[in-house]
């Protein structure tokens, strides 16, 4: 693999003529389409908090480090709850346990999964162009993707969805997951 060295006056003259192309194509000051497109990407630092009475605390003293470096600043904040790796194996665990329970020799593990996360309601619905009908694509459960609180309330959703459609006992099945 070779690395091609950019030189500082290239480097300037290409971001110059970039400029002038945001202007001419998007009839925008350069600046402004830069603020636009990076709004909210430049500068952006995770902290993780604890709540405590009366307000938000860092959890150690690297958040608390990040917090300093922004003392003075307006800042933008979104609050979400971390996921937990042990919760989303507990999850899988569940699937596989009522997957070994349905024992649909004509479905795989990852069919199972799919009719459970969008039986759960955790889909995006959108019409068939020719026939009108919905189609539910189930939406990803990656860490980036939902917060704690939403994966809590999928985790809810599937065992009840599993016990209503195979009618499993809801008692049974956490507690086969609950050890494996």
Request: a negative charge.
């Amino acid at each position: 693999m070779s690395l091609k060295l950019i030189q500082h006056e290239d480097f300037t003259n290409r971001i110059h003529d970039f400029r002038y192309q945001c202007v001419a194509l998007f009839h925008v000051n350069f600046y402004q389409f830069r603020d636009r497109l990076f709004d909210g990407l430049v500068n952006m630092t995770d902290v993780f908090m604890r709540v405590v009475p009366g307000g938000l605390m860092a959890c150690n003293q690297v958040e608390a480090d990040k917090l300093e470096k922004l003392r003075g600043k307006e800042v933008k904040c979104k609050i979400t709850q971390p996921r937990n790796l042990k919760f989303l194996k507990k999850y899988f665990a569940l699937l596989g346990s009522a997957f070994d329970f349905v024992g649909d020799e004509d479905m795989t593990m990852e069919q199972f999964r799919t009719i459970c996360t969008v039986g759960a309601g955790w889909a995006d619905f959108f019409p068939d162009p020719k026939t009108g009908t919905l189609i539910a694509v189930p939406k990803s459960i990656a860490f980036p993707n939902m917060d704690e609180t939403e994966f809590v309330q999928l985790y809810s959703d599937t065992i009840t969805f599993i016990c209503g459609r195979w009618v499993v006992n809801q008692e049974q099945l956490e507690e086969v997951a609950r050890f494996i």
